[in-house]
């Protein structure tokens, strides 16, 4: 009988409790008894929602405090220096003090955050692990071994998670000394050694031990390492399953298939190429793990597409057949039956977590007994949604098609190269030396919150709500002109989300109102659906920049998200190429920045904060990509004259790897994360000689931690040694909306001194 599994769930709770209970902890709103009450409550819940689903072997060790990377890094003591408190054990405090940073008036004395970046090609983030050359190992956090106690006296059958040795080491930095932390993997596989024992004695049988980075192009070292490493832990007790997902394992096929582990999960859903070779690699005494629903989107699994996967691999594996979801389903939505204002043709052809558990369950129920009046039930409900989303005529738009067909290479191109637009834009602009900017938003206070939720409620006219609006924005510009910021911003008062508020106003986008997903930390979103083809039917923010504008004579900037982070941070069709998809976006968004310029604006900023996570894990697909995402977001800005100034932003990523296409973009000025990176990502700059201008953020947004002017000056004359001082711009290094309105102002009063004194000494 084919085992069903899961590989994670969503922990933060059907209505956001994780993110409420967090936030609250976070303000002394409630103490550590009640958050942790939370956690108990929400595993509880988890757990028997995919037992009801039919899962067999639930994950244990999938939720986290904060992000599953940070919590691994506790458990093996691997803790910054600067977040040790007296030489005492780890707390929650220390947790969400590597994640959040802490202030001068803790026990830490001030600590900058642990950088964070995207969990593999996701819009996950996680904390990223500090090494050092002497660097020492140790079981420090009792988490996963409580959890295990938890679940057990609540009559589960349990697969505790693990990240893999070599995925973890991959994940992290070196810190200090220049050295190899492969070579830290001899120290480091003890520990592990000791938590399979504590598990074994726990009377745990199977553990899932997650290396998704042999779905990537490793070094040799690396391969040999996984040889060497799982070698050494064939000999610790208990089962092992290697989970892998995210792509196919291609080159390290072979590799997975032969360590010497109990069995091993492949994802089917990004990589079904991987079907049948693995079969003929495949130990006979191994266990295989077919991940056949998708974990990272909402379409519902074409069942029989799925079963006739299963029932070839049943006929080889018998037992050995285990079924999962393609990875954990921490990237899907909970529940679908929470929403209530979806259309019942659209809401069927979506499945949430909840839903996931019950394909899988279904799936091998069907491999089991075939001609079970629920199995045949489940199948031909199946054969009918996918026949009527494949026919139905609100996907297609033959208009859409048509300007899509009519594309030709100078639409994407500029009229002038950089050198000659960026004379006519300082003439036009006249800005000082090291220019200060925000990257688009301010605090989303409560009484936005409120403004906007009444609005929807109607229990305020559209009058009434674009008032309450205005008056944010002359707030958020005379704040800006009073702290003597150069490119002023509007606050995006009126935006739930910078996607989301794109989306509402595009055609052949569907939203939902519970599906939110965790981003990172406390940070959740809620991506729009793309079911069908996309243009935009009229203007979606002239009026409230052009209302900005008249506020202030200074430079107001206009705010859009650009086509490849909107396809990223939606669920996108499943149907068609991503690249059709980012082209259709392309247009409709160029739509809006052409308007924007006949508005008056004379700077448009098009964020493609996701530009990086879009790049397939494999570097033989990066070129393909890299060509249709440098020319959807071109197509977005080559529509404007050559005084009309085009930034855009990236958020936490490694730039060295794409630095030429990014160039290829041609936007005028860039804005990217390296506060947390301490510069070090502007390397990647220097490196290629970057033609364009960058505004490398000099201070984390994403901490409560004000730094002081001194720092950022620092960071800056960090900088110019990299960049030359006339290309720099000065800003935070994301959007400000999830701070407060005190810390906010305290932050740029620090970086508007900083820009002074570099303008004094370096200008």
Known sequence: MALTHNLGFPRIGRDRELKKAQEAYWKGDLDEAGLRAVGRELRATHWQVQKDAGIALLPVGDFAWYDQVLTHSLTFGVIPERFHAHGTKPTLDTLFGMARGVTQDSCCGGAHAQEMTKWFDTNYHYLVPEFTADQQFALSWEQLFEEVEEGQALGHNLKPVLIGPLTYLWLGKEKGSDFNRLDLLERLLPVYGEILQRLAAQGIEWVQIDEPILALDLPQDWKNAFERAYNLLQKEPGKKLIATYFAGLEDNLGLAAGLPVDGLHIDLVRAPEQFPTILDRLPAYKVLSLGVVNGRNVWRT????????????????????????????????????????????????????????????????????????????????????????????????????????????????????????????????KLPPFPTTTIGSFPQTPAIRLARQA?????????????????????????????????????????????????????????????????????????AVIYGDLSRPQPMTVDWISYAQSCTDKVMKGMLTGPVTMLMWSFP???????????????????????????????????????????????????????????????????????????????????????????????????????????????????????????????????????????????????????????????????????????????????????????????
């Open 302 to 429: 074409d069942l029989e597409q799925a079963l006739n996967v299963l029932q070839q691999a049943q006929e080889r594996l018998g037992e050995r057949l285990w079924v999962a979801p393609s990875c954990s389903l921490l990237h899907s939505p909970v529940d679908l039956t929470r929403e209530d204002q979806l259309d019942a043709e659209l809401k069927s052809w979506l499945a949430f977590a909840v839903q996931k558990c019950r394909e899988v369950a279904v799936l091998a129920q069907a491999l089991r007994e075939p001609e079970a009046a629920e199995v045949q039930a489940a199948l031909a409900e199946s054969r009918a949604i996918q026949a009527s989303r494949a026919a139905s005529p609100r996907i297609h738009k033959p208009a859409v098609q048509a300007r899509l067909a009519a594309i030709s290479a100078q639409d994407s191109q500029r009229q002038s190269p950089f050198a000659q637009r960026i004379e006519l834009q300082r003439a036009r602009l």
């Open 455 to 527: 609005f929807k409620a109607g229990k305020i006219s559209a009058a009434e709500y674009t008032e309450a609006m205005h008056s944010e924005i002359r707030h958020a510009v005379s704040v800006q002109e009073q702290l003597g910021l150069d490119v002023l911003v509007h606050g995006e008062a009126e935006r739930n989300d910078m996607v989301e508020y794109f989306a509402e106003q595009i055609d052949g986008y569907a939203f939902t109102r519970f599906g939110w997903v965790q981003s990172y930390g406390s940070r959740c979103v809620k991506p």
């Open 573 to 763: 069709r499943d149907d068609i190429p991503r690249e059709q998809q980012a082209r259709q976006l392309a247009l409709a968004i160029r739509d809006e920045v052409v308007d924007l310029e006949a508005a008056g604006i004379k700077v448009i900023q098009i964020d493609e904060a996701a530009f990086r996570e879009g790049l397939p894990l494999r570097k033989a697909q990066w070129q393909a990509y890299l060509d249709w995402a440098t020319e959807s977001f071109r197509l977005t800005a080559s529509g404007v004259r050559d005084e009309t100034q085009i930034h855009t932003h990236m958020c936490y990523s490694e730039f060295n790897d794409v630095i030429e296409s990014i160039a290829a973009m041609d936007a005028d000025v860039i804005t990217i994360e390296t506060s947390r990176s301490d510069m070090e990502l502007l390397e990647a700059f220097e490196r290629f000689d970057y033609p364009n201008e960058i505004g490398p953020g000099v201070y984390d947004i994403h901490s409560p931690r004000v730094p002081g002017s001194a720092e950022m000056a620092r960071l800056m004359k960090k900088a110019a040694q990299r960049v030359p001082a006339e290309r720099l711009w000065v800003n935070p290094d994301c959007g400000l909306k999830t701070r407060g309105w005190p810390e906010t102002e305290a932050a740029l009063v620090n970086m508007v001194a900083a820009a002074k004194q570099l303008r004094s000494e370096l200008a």
